[in-house]
């Protein structure tokens, strides 16, 4: 070969260099391959990231509000702090309020309500009785309509508002909250509810979890190991469970662990429990774990089952050929390579009781509620969807972090669903 | 592109929510013998009722407000407690109707423009009386007495009611109640006669719950709501006696859904079932109190009226005897403190 020829560029038959052929049809491979995944990725930014984003977007934003009274902001930015507005906060307030047409003071009086319990129908009465004021000044004509007008704490609780975002959502969902001068300080005693629930919403999560893996172990071996015409019966026995109804089986455990339940009945025929010291297994805490447990354990069984199934008998018979005890054969051997299932089993199991509601909301009475009950209530009572996006962004974060902690010890790659 | 795209998803959600064809007209109820005595009383006997359908929730304006949102309205008139009546009122996610025809009739006013009358009902005490073989208990004191009546008591897993209850038990005149949780250490001072039964009940979340738990004898009295204690009693034949003193009535409203495909069907419906006769017809099913006062006028007259044969005035927690004794809730203090008091209720039941 002459070097005249490396130099030049390499032709195709019909003349196009061999790059640009080659480029160009490179191109259409991947836009035929993007379109090919498109409804998928248009499935997911709809149902899944435009969601997120949303959630997101509303644990921060205070806009609404700031439409309704900016210049009543701009002015209360000026204010000291001290004792009462000036005059002339009172006075575009005055103006602002009787401005803001239909439902629109009634939404931003709900989020003023927020900071402040009261404000709500400080505003409705307010907005009636308005009508009588002529000519300013206002202060004192709005303090003699409704003394509520004179009391510096609703007026420090609009400071957290003045700003289009703001972190008083976040704040709200641990517990803290903003003072009059925007510095953070915590909840009073008797309203510190959410880190209480955080912590429990964890600590239920783990249990089951755990309880879960010790349970659904054993039945995943058995069903792994047993000869197919016992373990086809004891799939069955599994998934049944799986195939009733959330509803029903919670229900039945209601009635079966109350105190004058089908359980603690038996514990008093056989005498093995007073009649008067009747355990206490439902409308708490006990509850929400035994109910869940049992709820969720196909999701244990089902990844560990498909892993071991995969586990070659012959390692076992290998181990104790060379002299190992059966526990220490299961312990170096077994263990290990039914570890991607207990992994899988455990992130699943994890993941869908952190945000569990609806057992709790039944079992739980007095102490089993968990996050996911708050953020329901907030979602439809009080409507405040602000601090539902922050409660479930922490949720997501939370999540996020475990992830990544589980990443770090144990592999994402090692999880494994057979 | 961002705001289409979050309509979109936003209308799913409430499609979601709702999964269900499109109909001429969506009547949106709680279910069971309630939704039951409604059908009866409002959809069957109005002209254009078979073109109604009906379909349950849980109470809460979170699917209202996202079909609202979304634009995409698929419940035309719902039937919503009143603290809901205001925020949604506020918040304009309901439509304002014609009032003139009931406005003079109504045993309270009505708590906004919004709505349409329906039904008192109440939060109240029960028993079964063979758990008191001696001294029955008579009054709301009583319930919070478990010196003078050992056992446990049933109570709801949230704050309404609750509260006035413990401060009707501690000595507040039921008139008084509000004025009392305005002030000063008010809320102090129910949670302090609550914890005097802390360590003595059993939380309750659905209706049918209080019955079983004292048909079983888990609880001696419990809260209930008092419709499903008068179905007990009336259709099941059960043995329950109710403590109407110091019970809390909370009222029920119809509201048409901003946005409706229907409007002119749903404005017409929502005024046929609130006419007295409606409300009166709906008494024959279950035993809740309508809101007009002639619709008792009507009941009075027709005894026994009850689709059984019996009298249901007896299981009507707004009789006006009863009404001295009672709490009428106050949806606009809710609707200022209910997230607050919520939450410090929720502190209360943990610790």
């Not at chain 1, 002339?88 to 047409?101: G, S």
């Not at chain 1, 005693?189 to 239920?204: A, G, L, P, Q, S």
């Not at chain 2, 026994?304 to 927690?317: A, Q, R």
């Amino acid at each position: 070969m002459s070097s005249e020829t490396l130099s030049g560029p390499i032709l195709t038959s019909d003349g196009i260099p061999l790059k640009v052929s080659l480029r160009k049809a490179e191109k259409r491979n991947k836009i035929r391959a993007f379109l090919l995944v498109l409804p998928l990725l248009a499935f997911i930014l709809i149902t899944f990231i435009i969601p997120i984003g949303d959630m997101l977007a509303r644990s921060v934003d205070d806009r609404y509000i700031n439409t309704v009274f900016p210049k009543t902001f701009e002015i209360y930015k000026k204010w000291d702090k001290q004792d009462l507005p000036p005059e002339e906060v009172y006075e575009t307030m005055f103006f602002e309020i009787n401005a803001a047409k239909g439902f629109k003071i009634g939404k931003a009086s709900t989020r003023m309500n927020y900071s402040k319990s009261g404000w709500k129908s400080l505003i409705k009465k307010s907005q009636r009785k308005f009508k009588k004021i002529k000519e300013g000044p206002y202060k004192e004509q709005m303090i003699a309509i409704d003394k509520r007008w004179g009391d510096p704490l609703y007026w420090k609780a609009l400071g957290e508002m003045v700003d289009p975002t703001t972190m008083g959502y976040y704040l709200n969902s641990v517990d803290l909250k903003y003072d009059s001068n925007k510095e953070i300080i915590a909840q009073p005693e008797n309203r510190r509810i959410y880190n209480h629930t955080w912590i429990k919403t964890f600590k239920v999560s783990l249990l089951v979890t755990l309880f879960t893996l010790m349970l659904g172990y054993p039945i995943a071996y058995l069903l792994a190991t047993l000869p197919l015409k016992y373990s086809n019966l004891l799939m069955i026995c599994v998934l049944l469970p799986f195939w009733t109804s959330l509803l029903v089986r919670t229900v039945a455990w209601m009635i079966i662990l109350q105190q004058n339940g089908v359980f603690n009945n038996l514990m008093v025929i056989a005498g093995l429990i007073a009649d008067e010291n009747r355990w206490k297994l439902m409308y708490n805490e006990t509850g929400t774990i035994i109910v869940m447990t049992q709820i969720l354990l196909p999701f244990m069984v089902l990844p560990l089952y498909s892993v071991m199934k995969t586990i070659s008998p012959s390692y076992m018979k290998a181990a104790l050929n060379l002299g190992a005890s059966p526990l220490h054969a299961f312990w170096k051997v077994y263990m290990p390579n039914s570890l991607p299932g207990v992994s899988a089993g455990g992130l699943l199991v994890f993941i869908i009781a952190i945000g569990y509601f609806i057992t709790p909301e039944l079992v739980g009475g007095k102490d089993g509620q968990m996050i996911g009950n708050w953020i329901a209530y907030h979602l439809k009572t009080t409507l405040n969807w602000g601090l539902c996006a922050a409660l479930g962004s922490v949720l997501l974060f939370v999540m996020l972090v475990f992830y990544w902690v589980y990443n770090k010890i144990i592999g994402v790659e090692n999880i494994k669903l057979g | 592109m961002i705001k289409t795209i979050k309509l979109a998803f936003l209308g799913l959600i409430s499609l979601a929510f709702v999964g269900s064809a499109y109909a001429d007209m969506t009547f949106v109820s709680w279910g069971g013998a309630y939704t039951a005595s409604q059908q009866k009383a409002y959809i069957d006997t109005w002209s254009k009722g078979s073109g109604v359908t009906v379909e349950n929730y849980n109470g809460g304006l979170g699917e209202i407000k996202a079909q609202v949102e979304a634009n995409n309205v698929t419940w035309d008139v719902v039937d919503v407690l009143p603290d809901q009546a205001i925020t949604g009122c506020d918040e304009g996610l309901f439509l304002k109707v014609d009032q003139s025809h009931f406005i003079d009739d109504m045993v309270v006013k009505p708590v906004s423009e919004c709505i349409s009358p329906q039904i008192f009902w109440s939060y109240v005490a029960f028993y079964d009386p063979a758990a008191f073989p001696g001294k029955k208990p008579k009054t709301i004191k009583d319930f919070f007495d478990v010196k003078k009546f050992p056992g446990k008591r049933g109570i709801h897993t949230w704050a309404n009611a609750l509260i006035e209850m413990a401060l009707v038990a501690d000595g507040v005149k039921p008139s008084k109640v509000y004025d009392v949780m305005s002030s000063d250490g008010g809320i102090d001072r129910a949670f302090k006669k609550l914890d005097t039964i802390k360590d003595h009940v059993v939380f309750w979340s659905a209706g049918s719950k209080p019955l079983e738990l004292v048909s079983s004898g888990e609880v001696v009295m419990s809260l209930a709501y008092n419709g499903r204690i008068g179905a007990a009693i009336l259709q099941e034949g059960k043995n329950f006696e109710y403590i109407w003193d110091g019970q809390v009535l909370e009222q029920e409203y119809l509201v048409v859904v901003k946005g409706t495909k229907n409007e002119a069907e749903a404005r017409e419906f929502v005024k046929h079932a609130s006419t007295a006769e409606s409300l009166a017809l709906q008494a024959k099913y279950i035993p809740y109190g309508p809101m007009r006062s002639s619709s008792i006028d009507i009941i009075k007259k027709g005894e026994p009226y009850f689709n059984t044969g019996v009298d249901v005035l007896p299981h009507m927690p707004n009789t006006p005897k009863r009404l001295r004794r009672s709490v009428i809730a106050d949806p606009f203090w809710w609707a200022d403190n209910g997230a607050e008091v919520s939450e410090r209720f929720g502190v209360w039941k943990g610790n």
